[in-house]
């Protein structure tokens, strides 16, 4: 069962690079955030999941969405957010001048121009900064299955908390033990040794938070082999769960993460649709961040007990920043902040 498209898993295992054809789209009709991320993020997530020594490289990136003008945020937030995930390289699809629509085209697009090459100089002058930040280890595992697989992407992309997805053949007894929690969207269904495997992972304490309908089958609709697993689910959505990404949240809060030395948190309440990462970088803690909400938000980062931190710098546009910040909507911010021996 593969979720979008070819079995990338198996096809890029002969390959000595991971490609990729992603269409991410700027203000998509019906879609409550600014930008859908999902496709571009998930499978650049995937590879680097499978295949972290391989180069990713989207070879046909359709970063313009047609028929519709395109806003610069957007293309900077694709731009950074795919490199800081471990994307190596994108070739910008163009289209001719001679074609239907050429308006939609980048180069007539001036201001999707002008961002695509600022992010791409920052990108190269950030790469080592970006190099910590797409390799920090990963803590929590998502199984790739399932009709729910996007919904509970998103809900782990805004945790703060690094993940990875775990098609079946990867879901072993081995591979399981590096992670703190497996997720597992609504619908997942796993072959007989995957379920054999995280009934393992479980009962040697793992935890393994599901949604409904996960786990009940095996990839043909047997459910014999799963019965095992199912005592060992916490399941987090029920009939009457209106937002089950708050609650995933609520539930690995409790856990200690060290790859989330920090928490965001909106000032006013709002709900934040907002990713963050950090990395410790020499003698610094790095953060990227991402506001994914259509409008601008108010937040503060407030660091975990026993971190403490100063001088933080927006490295993108050199300005000094505290720990209360404004993010607009789709504005991408490499922030650093020194370590306080205090």
């Known amino acids: 069962y593969e979720v979008i498209g070819v079995d990338k898993d198996a096809f890029s295992r002969e390959l000595d690079a991971c490609g990729a054809d992603c269409f991410p789209r700027n ?8 930008s859908d991320f999902r496709e571009q993020q998930s499978i650049i997530d995937l590879y680097k999941s499978c295949y972290p020594e391989k180069a990713i490289i989207d070879t046909e990136y359709h970063i313009m969405h047609y028929w519709i003008p395109v806003s610069a945020q957007h293309i900077k937030a694709m731009m950074w957010d795919g490199a800081v995930h471990g994307r190596s390289a994108a070739a910008i699809w163009v289209w001719g001048r001679n074609l239907e629509n050429p308006e939609h085209s980048i180069m007539n697009q001036p201001w999707c121009f002008e961002a695509l090459a600022h992010s791409a100089l920052d990108l190269r002058r950030f790469s080592r900064e970006i190099f910590a930040l797409a390799n920090v280890k990963p803590e ?9 697989y996007l919904e509970s992407y998103e809900e782990l992309y805004f945790t703060g908390i ?6 079946d053949g990867r879901i072993t007894k081995e591979n399981l033990e590096r992670f703190k929690a497996i997720v597992a969207p609504k619908g997942a269904a796993v072959s007989d040794a995957a379920a054999m495997a995280l009934e393992a992972y479980a009962k040697r304490g793992g935890r393994i938070l599901g949604k409904k309908d996960s786990l009940l089958h095996n990839l043909y609709g047997d459910e014999t082999p799963t019965r095992g697993v199912l005592g060992k689910v916490e399941f987090y959505d029920t009939a009457e769960t209106k937002n089950s990404g708050r609650i995933l949240r609520e539930i690995l809060d409790k856990e200690d993460f060290a790859t989330r030395p920090f928490r965001i948190v909106s000032r006013d309440n709002q709900r934040l649709f907002v990713t963050w990462r950090a990395a410790k970088f020499d003698d610094a803690w790095l953060i990227f961040v991402i506001n994914y909400n259509r409008e601008a938000r108010e937040v503060i980062i407030k660091p975990v007990e026993g971190i403490s931190i100063k001088d933080g710098v927006d490295l993108i546009t050199g300005e000094r920043v505290d ?3 404004r993010l607009p909507s789709l504005e991408p911010a490499l922030i650093r902040y020194r370590l306080d021996a205090r």
Request: overall charge negative; glycine content about 12%; proline content about 12%.
């Open 162 to 167: 690094p993940f990875i997805l775990l098609p």
């Open 140 to 148: 929590v595992a998502l199984i790739y299955n399932g009709r729910g």
């Open 27 to 34: 203000d998509p009709e019906g879609f409550h955030l600014a």
């Open 323 to 325: 720990l209360s910040l």
